[in-house]
């Protein structure tokens, strides 16, 4: 039984894929078939009256009156195959638009067969007897093949033309009616063909135009394969889709088109007045905090950059300084730091297993004694990488982890430079994990795509899982949202400062090829990138001048007409009024939150070593990742190695075992890997180190002197 006409034009599939915003406004066409090109199913009435005209007088005259088949046109053509004379042939729009659903009466190069052109007559007059005149012309149009792998009519008018099927005027119409006959003939038979069919329609046509509009249109090729405001987010919609269905004629996604419009706008208009300092390239991502939807994605600069296909959203870049927020989370969350305590911001040399790793702020100039909420406000690097050495680079690692965002290597690998962001990561996945900030901790996957009945969800969402203390969380969250803890390298009035509560970090990566702006409100998390695909740096671009004022920008849009309110206070939380005492350039006076436990009424530099929080023991010497390589000509027992550490009331342990007691202890080594840990007077470890000793033949030599 022959299709009904609903079955064919619900099975037509166009090459390209449209992607709709949650609101089903288009974002983007993306092309994704490559064989073939087809576009929308285009109905009837929006089809040129002129090419139906055409098409009916040129190829079936009587279209309207027979029942499929044209049979005086079958005895013209069998008088015309007996004389020998040539002839229109007899095969009638019904009977072509049959060989067209059906693949074994489809045309070969040597033609139809007998037996083909029988079944092609029943299933002509098979069509008439279920569909009307109207449909049988609608789809015709829409399934005929025209030249090379342009099939239906709204794909060859968007080639050649550059509009759609409705149109089509008197000369657009003739030469689409001539490509029907011959869809790959040579540009001087279709321009004669051309001419012949607007003979139907005008009476005196210029053929010598006709010539010069045909060799210009078959020379185009309007129809993009890839159009729209979200070209990298239809890619990555249509890559997610394919892993679970077939790729749909369209896919919803969870973006906001106005939101979208106004991302991809802001970025370039930012962009092109950089120009001058030697910056082509942006991304952009906005996260909706609750869901984890993707509101925008914006993955290049579009014709700005010379990388554009490359999308930033998800290539992997140094992050800077965005990465000492869930730094001084932990070591919040770890209660080994408060937001008063004073770190000291000055010059610094640690001994690591590759030799001394001396961090500079980024104006190279350092602050003295800052507490924690200066430190990460201001951005000051020696006070984060100070906090690193409590924490630990692969501790650290670890909780970048469980936060959402994922390192190539362990924290060892990176060692202290982690806490300066010397890893690389993805706009997204650094995007999401800020969202996990202001989740309160809680962390969970980002979505792109809505389900609906043509592509349901594949696996329901992970709920979110708890990643860090979430008065941590909001200790950070509250200093990011400072103003005047951000007001030593950013002043009082930046482009950070916002009329509704939000939190922000700027960062920029080694040689200023990279800076970010990642922040988050009441709703809303929003992550921006400038700098350049190639990698190459950028010039004098800074925290508020690069990324920071486009970020300021969609902020500003998102919260036009709604308000942003400051997180609510976790349980566990006290509120308690700090004195900073000491050298002058410490702190005013000021309520400060506390972790329960950990409050403090007055901070000094000389007696932060009598506060519990500040009383956290770390080994200077040596170093984690150490290799310890014996003499065998030297004495074993004039090999003893030095440990050292920072604290009171420390204990030595070595694998497991009590080693020695106090700041500082000599070791005999002997071969083999240890781990070397130190523990307050209750047992707790404060801290630990791996390291390896090596030394052939002298292991035996060692055995008597014990540990």
């Known amino acids: 039984m022959a299709a009904t006409f609903e079955e064919v034009k619900t099975a037509h599939r166009p090459s390209d894929t449209l992607i709709l915003d949650r609101q089903g406004e288009v974002l983007h066409r993306l092309r994704t078939d490559k064989q073939l090109r087809r576009g929308p199913w285009v109905e009837l009435a929006q089809i040129s009256p002129a090419l139906r005209t055409a098409l009916v007088l040129s190829e079936d005259k009587r279209f309207y009156e027979h029942s499929g088949v044209d049979w005086q046109a079958v005895t013209a053509a069998a008088w015309a195959n007996l004389w020998n004379t040539r002839t229109r042939g007899a095969s009638t729009l019904t009977m072509q638009l049959a060989g067209l659903l059906d693949e074994d009466l489809r045309r070969s190069n040597a033609g139809r067969s007998v037996v ?35 099939v239906g009519i709204e794909a060859l008018s968007q080639t050649l033309f550059g509009k759609a099927a409705h149109g089509l005027n008197h000369l657009e119409a003739a030469m689409a009616v001539a490509l029907v006959r011959a869809p790959n003939a040579k540009e001087r038979q279709v321009a004669q063909r051309s001419c012949q069919v607007l003979k139907s329609l005008e009476p005196r046509p210029d053929c010598e135009t006709v010539s010069l509009f045909v060799c210009a249109a078959l020379a185009r090729r309007d129809y993009a394969a890839d159009e729209g405001i979200a070209p990298h987010l239809a890619r990555q919609a249509v890559r997610q889709v394919a892993q679970t269905h077939t790729t749909p004629a369209t896919i919803t996604t969870t973006l906001s088109a106005p939101l979208q419009r106004f991302a991809v706008q802001t970025l370039h208009t930012h962009l092109r007045e950089l120009a001058g300092r030697h910056v082509e390239d942006g991304a952009l991502v906005v996260l909706d905090n609750a869901s984890g939807e993707v509101r925008a994605w914006v993955g290049s600069s579009g014709a700005l ?24 989370a932990q070591a919040l969350a770890e209660k080994r730091i408060t937001a008063a305590s004073l770190l000291e911001d000055s010059s610094a040399q640690i001994q690591t297993s590759g030799g001394l790793y001396i961090p500079q702020n980024y104006d190279h100039h350092f602050k003295g004694w800052v507490s924690t909420r200066t430190a990460l406000g201001a951005s000051l690097n020696v006070p984060a990488v100070r906090t690193l050495v409590m924490v630990g680079p692969d501790a650290f690692q670890k909780q970048l982890q469980r936060m959402g965002l994922p390192l190539k290597q362990s924290g060892d690998y990176y060692g202290f430079s982690l806490a300066l962001g010397s890893a690389e990561v993805s706009l997204l ?4 994990t800020y969202r996990t900030l202001a989740n309160g901790g809680r962390s969970s996957p980002t979505t792109l795509l809505r389900p609906t009945k043509a592509s349901p969800k594949s696996a329901p969402t992970p709920a979110p899982s708890s990643a860090l203390d979430a008065r941590a969380a909001f200790i950070v969250s509250d200093i990011l949202s400072d103003p005047l803890a951000r007001a030593r390298t950013f002043g009082t ?17 080694k040689d200023m090829r990279d800076n970010w702006a990642v922040g988050y409100s009441q709703h809303y998390t929003v992550g921006v990138w400038v700098g350049n695909a190639s990698g190459a740096p950028m010039w004098d671009v800074s925290g508020t ?14 919260h036009a007409r709604q308000n942003s309110q400051a997180p609510k206070i976790p349980p566990g939380m006290v509120r308690q009024r700090v004195l900073f005492e000491g050298p002058a350039n410490t702190e005013a006076a000021r309520d400060e939150w506390f972790i329960a436990g950990t409050e403090q009424a007055t901070i000094a530099t000389a007696s932060q070593d009598k506060s519990a929080l500040a009383n956290v ?6 170093t ?38 106090g700041n500082q202890a000599l070791w005999l080594p002997w071969p083999g890997r240890h781990t070397l840990q130190i523990t307050d007077a209750k047992g707790k470890v404060l801290d630990e180190v791996k390291l390896e000793v090596r030394g052939a033949g002298v ?7 014990g540990p």
Do not use: C
Not at 617 to 622: A, D, L, M, Q, Y
């Open 116 to 150: 083909q052109k029988l079944g092609q007559t029943f299933s002509a007059q098979s069509l008439e007897r279920q569909w009307r005149k109207d449909q049988i012309l609608e789809a015709y149009l829409n399934l005929v093949p025209f030249r090379g792998e342009l």
């Open 305 to 328: 950059s010379q990388a554009e296909q490359v999308d930033a959203v998800t290539a992997l870049r140094q992050p800077g300084s965005t990465l000492k927020p869930f730094l001084y």
């Open 429 to 432: 996945d650094l995007s999401n």
């Open 493 to 509: 009035d930046s482009v950070l400062a916002t009329r509704y509560w939000s939190a922000v970090k700027t960062g920029t990566s």
């Open 545 to 558: 001048t690069g990324a920071a004022p486009i970020w300021a920008a969609v902020m500003n849009f998102l």
């Open 617 to 622: 023991g770390r080994i200077t010497s040596p």
């Open 624 to 661: 984690h990742g150490s290799i310890i390589a014996l003499d065998p000509d030297i004495p074993p027992q004039r090999q003893r190695l030095t440990l050292q550490a920072q604290g009171h009331q420390l204990r030595w342990l070595l694998d497991g075992q009590a080693l020695a007691q």
């Open 699 to 705: 292991k035996n030599a060692l055995s008597k002197f």
